[in-house]
């Protein structure tokens, strides 16, 4: 592996998350570029992710008192600055020498939460460290994959307790990988010293001898795949709130509240794993209304900029995650990329807040995005927001 120049400026001409983009693409390799920019099979859903979002009009409102406003918001029993986390994502030091490090030093900069992956190519001890100390930080998640071995996944769990995390966000939408076309065509590989270095001493499952017309997925791999009742196996072994992140269907929603999740985080892994399946943007109003108030929903998928925050929190999230535009910011200028990737955010939030009457976010209702709606009014849960609504999930 060529080693990546640590940047740490961010350059003048670099003024949006699309930005961002373009420059990050000067500088990761084809190996890395392929495994973060790259969605599942036709990439479908990955273009719609970002689509739903630009399809819903914000309705602008005049003469409204805004002096005193801001961005705060009560999650999971915290004040946060703003409704903005960094999404996990695997591997950082694919993009940079700090990787995860500098997302946490930029995350706790800005006040943003920051939820670390299990394939993290920092520990997840030294991560805490970083963020911890700062009295300023937003909170420090570790997101979780159930590991075939329990043992080994309890083990972790007891790490993350012992280094300070306040919750687990366990992913439940990838019990396999997508068809990742991108990735294959690279021939995508860890370079030497980039790999997941939480789960150092896991052994490899031991394979499943197959009969005769037995699938290698479903009668192999998939043998000791997650289920609900591994739920509430993680809950008993953990005093941590578990969120669950990759809840789009409304059946999935209600069956999350009953087993008592802390959270859910409306995602489709970046368009990463199923292709076609609904954008977030779509999904979220239908899980929002089947939660019911009950827990708070966040989203993730193709946020790029403060109106799309804006209309996340409109349509019932309580706050979003961004994954992709962190690793740019992240490949442009290290911890001051990703803190300027956070700052643009923000700084367009409050902006849109300002031109649509919000002095809170408490203001924003999907009267927002619907201008035949009184002020703090509801949209049908079928409202169109996007063409995935063709295919309506009840």
Same mark, same amino acid.
């Given at each position: 592996?060529?080693? @990546?120049?640590?940047?740490?400026?961010?350059?003048?001409?670099?003024?949006?998350? /699309?930005?961002?983009?373009? *420059?990050?693409?000067?500088?990761?390799?084809?190996?890395?570029?392929?495994?973060?920019?790259?969605?599942?099979?036709?990439?479908?859903?990955?273009?719609?992710?970002?689509?739903?979002?630009?399809?819903?009009?914000?309705?602008?409102?005049?003469?409204?008192?805004?002096?005193?406003?801001?961005? $705060?918001?009560?999650?999971?029993?915290?004040?946060?600055? *703003?409704?903005?986390?960094? !999404?996990?994502?695997?591997?950082?030091?694919?993009? *940079?020498?700090?990787?995860?490090?500098?997302?946490?030093?930029?995350?706790?900069?800005?006040? !943003?939460?920051?939820?670390?992956?299990?394939?993290?190519?920092?520990?997840?001890?030294?991560?805490?460290? /970083?963020?911890?100390?700062?009295?300023?930080?937003?909170?420090?998640?570790?997101?979780?994959?159930?590991?075939?071995?329990?043992?080994?996944?309890?083990?972790?769990?007891?790490?993350?307790?012992?280094?300070?995390?306040?919750?687990?966000?366990?992913?439940?939408?990838?019990?396999?990988?997508?068809?990742?076309?991108?990735?294959?065509?690279?021939?995508?590989?860890?370079?030497?010293?980039?790999?997941?270095?939480?789960?150092?001493?896991?052994?490899?499952?031991?394979?499943?001898?197959?009969?005769?017309?037995?699938?290698?997925?479903?009668?192999?791999?998939?043998?000791?795949?997650?289920?609900?009742?591994?739920?509430?196996?993680?809950?008993?072994?953990?005093?941590?709130?578990?969120?669950?992140?990759?809840?789009? *269907?409304?059946?999935?929603?209600?069956?999350?509240?009953?087993?008592?999740?802390?959270?859910?985080?409306?995602?489709?892994?970046?368009?990463?794993?199923?292709?076609?399946?609904?954008?977030?943007?779509?999904?979220?109003?239908?899980?929002?209304?089947?939660?019911?108030?009950?827990?708070?929903?966040?989203?993730?998928?193709?946020?790029?900029?403060?109106?799309?925050?804006?209309?996340?929190?409109?349509?019932?999230?309580? !706050?979003?995650?961004?994954?992709?535009?962190?690793?740019?910011?992240?490949?442009?200028?290290? +911890?001051?990329?990703?803190?300027?990737?956070?700052?643009?955010?923000?700084?367009?939030?409050? @902006?849109?807040?300002?031109?649509?009457?919000? +002095?809170?976010?408490?203001?924003?209702?999907? !009267?927002?995005?619907?201008?035949?709606?009184?002020?703090?009014?509801?949209?049908?849960?079928?409202?169109?927001?996007?063409?995935?609504?063709?295919?309506?999930? $009840?």
């Amino acid at each position: 592996m060529t080693p @990546i120049p640590a940047r740490h400026k961010v350059s003048p001409e670099i003024v949006n998350l /699309a930005d961002h983009e373009a *420059h990050a693409r000067q500088h990761l390799d084809g190996n890395a570029w392929a495994y973060f920019s790259g969605g599942a099979a036709d990439e479908i859903t990955l273009r719609a992710n970002r689509s739903a979002w630009d399809s819903l009009p914000l309705w602008p409102r005049v003469l409204r008192p805004l002096a005193g406003g801001h961005t $705060r918001v009560s999650l999971l029993g915290r004040t946060l600055a *703003h409704p903005i986390l960094l !999404a996990p994502v695997a591997f950082q030091r694919l993009a *940079h020498p700090d990787g995860e490090l500098a997302m946490a030093y930029a995350a706790a900069a800005l006040g !943003a939460g920051v939820v670390l992956s299990t394939q993290a190519s920092v520990s997840l001890e030294a991560v805490a460290q /970083a963020v911890l100390p700062d009295p300023g930080r937003g909170p420090l998640w570790f997101q979780l994959y159930l590991q075939h071995d329990r043992g080994f996944t309890q083990a972790l769990v007891q790490r993350a307790e012992a280094a300070g995390y306040e919750a687990l966000v366990l992913t439940v939408d990838a019990p396999t990988s997508g068809v990742r076309d991108r990735e294959r065509r690279a021939g995508f590989r860890l370079p030497p010293g980039v790999g997941p270095v939480n789960l150092a001493g896991l052994q490899a499952p031991t394979a499943t001898e197959l009969r005769p017309g037995q699938s290698a997925l479903f009668d192999g791999l998939l043998h000791q795949a997650p289920t609900w009742d591994d739920i509430a196996w993680l809950q008993s072994i953990t005093r941590l709130p578990v969120l669950l992140k990759g809840v789009l *269907h409304p059946a999935d929603t209600r069956q999350a509240v009953a087993a008592g999740a802390a959270g859910l985080i409306v995602s489709n892994h970046g368009g990463r794993t199923l292709d076609t399946a609904p954008a977030t943007a779509s999904a979220l109003p239908r899980v929002v209304q089947a939660v019911g108030g009950a827990l708070p929903v966040m989203v993730d998928g193709g946020i790029r900029r403060g109106t799309d925050v804006l209309k996340a929190m409109a349509l019932g999230a309580s !706050a979003v995650l961004v994954g992709r535009p962190a690793i740019w910011g992240l490949a442009n200028a290290g +911890a001051a990329g990703v803190a300027h990737v956070l700052r643009l955010l923000r700084d367009e939030l409050e @902006i849109a807040m300002a031109l649509t009457g919000c +002095a809170t976010l408490a203001d924003a209702s999907q !009267a927002l995005l619907n201008a035949d709606l009184p002020q703090g009014g509801d949209l049908s849960p079928h409202y169109p927001v996007g063409s995935h609504d063709l295919l309506q999930i $009840r």
